[in-house]
């Protein structure tokens, strides 16, 4: 008869040790591989966004409440544009020109200009810097869906427990092209909601300059 191996306390512990540590590694190996896939979207949705920044394009957006907005972008020089209600933001290599009403002040240039708007309108580059904010949180829990706005193929990321952002929530969306076609969060205790409407591949040359009416204060 063929002879059993019999298993003492201390062998049972070694074994239970054994499986005990392989079970935590497929844990952290499974974990891990979470993080990277949290990570991977979050960082695919920023770089997708920050190719934007090489077009030539008008887009229009519908605002919370009713209101619309218009970013215009601009190469050779890079410059941008962006009209919401009640202001103006104009950048450009010479000048940064921040409008409020029909009252424009004119300061040195800030490229980092656009990152600041996170009110009615939030802009692509306030967008790109929240995600990059949430790839730094492992707390942040996302998911990622496709969808069609005004015509255009977008991929969508919605963002939640983010730290060190004006909207521990939020979600948006971005164009094939690398346009933000959509921004949604609380910001502040409002509702922001920005949706594009049109984008078109033309720019006006009267985008990047103050309104004949406006008084051009400078700051230099």
Do not use: W
Not at 127 to 151: F, N
Not at 211 to 219: D, N, R, V, Y
């Amino acid at each position: 008869m063929p002879r059993v191996p019999r298993l003492t306390p201390l062998g049972l512990l070694a074994a239970g040790a054994l499986l005990l540590g392989t079970t935590a590694c497929t844990g952290l190996d499974e974990a891990s591989a979470a993080s990277l896939t949290r990570d991977d979207l979050i960082s695919e949705t920023a770089a997708q966004l920050a190719a934007g920044d090489a077009l030539t394009y008008t887009a229009t957006y519908h605002l919370a409440g009713g209101d619309t907005a218009t970013i215009t972008q601009a190469q050779k020089p890079a410059r941008s544009a962006y009209v919401y209600p009640g202001g103006r933001l104009i950048v450009t290599p010479s000048a940064t020109i921040r409008c409020k009403g029909s009252s424009c002040t004119e300061s040195a240039p800030d490229p980092a200009a656009p990152a600041t708007l996170t009110g009615a309108l939030v802009t692509p580059e306030a967008a790109q810097a929240m995600l990059a904010t949430a790839a730094l949180d492992p707390e942040v829990v996302s998911e990622q869906r496709d969808t069609t706005i005004a015509g255009r193929h977008a991929t969508c990321l919605s963002l939640d427990g983010v730290t060190g952002t004006p909207a521990s929530a939020f979600d948006l969306c971005v164009t094939n092209e690398g346009a933000l076609a959509s921004f949604t969060a609380t910001i502040a205790g409002k509702q922001t909601d920005v949706t594009l409407t049109a984008l078109t591949d033309d720019t006006s040359a009267d985008a990047f300059t103050v309104p004949a009416k406006a008084k051009l204060t400078s700051q230099r």
